[in-house]
């Protein structure tokens, strides 16, 4: 049995679940999200909680169930609490500005700016050399914040660029002057 799988999920107060066919939507304080799951696999409400559970042992059944477990699980925290990835921006020169809590504007050492809009739900927030990415999806927050670290990753020799607040970057050793 999935370790994962079998874990019931709380649902917090201020939250609503409703499960139709194979969609689950989850209402909370700060939003609403839909969801659809594979077949085969069911999800019930009991009393405060949800449990998921497969027909079989069969390998998609197994392969399913700890993740529409961890699906749901996530949509229900991203409803009642939300989620946030913070960026670090290291470089002399490099800042990041906020215009309109829906565009991002990023001056990274190129001979450009970069604007950035926001897709829908995601919201940015920029203090200093940190940015701010939040939403209640986390696969949309996950991905945004992979998206603004591509514009200029981490150099290994002097480690600018953008970065995950507390990633270690591995630095190398520049050339030696003559020996």
Do not use: W
């Amino acid at each position: 049995m999935s370790r994962v799988g079998k874990k019931s999920i709380p649902i917090p107060n201020g939250v609503s679940v409703d499960i139709k066919d194979n969609v689950v939507t989850v209402k909370g304080p700060k939003g609403e999200l839909v969801q659809s799951f594979p077949e085969g696999i069911t999800a019930k409400v009991e009393q405060n909680e949800i449990q998921v559970e497969r027909p079989s042992d069969e390998k998609k059944y197994r392969a399913y169930h700890g993740l529409t477990r961890a699906l749901i699980n996530n949509m229900v925290v991203g409803v009642s609490e939300g989620y946030e990835i913070s960026l670090q921006i290291v470089g002399v020169g490099f800042q990041g500005e906020v215009k309109n809590n829906k565009r991002l504007l990023l001056s990274l050492g190129f001979s450009h700016q970069i604007l950035m809009d926001a897709p829908e739900g995601i919201t940015f927030n920029v203090a200093r050399d940190i940015i701010k990415v939040s939403g209640i999806d986390k696969q949309m927050v996950g991905e945004v914040a992979a998206q603004i670290r591509k514009l200029r990753k981490p150099e290994p020799y002097k480690g600018k660029g953008i970065r995950y607040v507390g990633e270690q970057i591995q630095r190398k050793t520049g050339k030696t002057a003559g020996k």
